[in-house]
């Protein structure tokens, strides 16, 4: 099957339009501010998660879970 360079240029371009939206979605997370309060489950985020990753907004529980999910889909 041959699909011609039109095709492999076509692959390339949407993968380089997807790295590029990966990249500008992680740098719009880790610029916004984080909260001292778990979105999800409402409970204090610990002193030293919010120092290793300022922009969190939820705790590592509820982050592993909203990860998993998000991988689901």
């Known amino acids: 099957m041959n699909f011609g360079n039109g095709a492999f240029d076509q692959a390339s371009r949407r993968e380089q339009e997807e790295r590029e939206t990966l ?4 740098a719009h997370a880790v610029s916004r501010k984080g ?8 409970r204090p985020i610990p002193e030293d998660r919010r120092i290793a990753a ?12 909203h990860e998993r999910e998000k991988s689901l889909r």
Do not use: L, N, T
Not at 35 to 42: L, P, T, V
């Open 23 to 26: 990249i500008a979605d992680a």
């Open 35 to 42: 909260s001292a309060i778990c979105c999800d489950c409402e």
């Open 54 to 65: 300022p922009f969190a907004v939820r705790c590592i529980e509820c982050q592993k879970i």
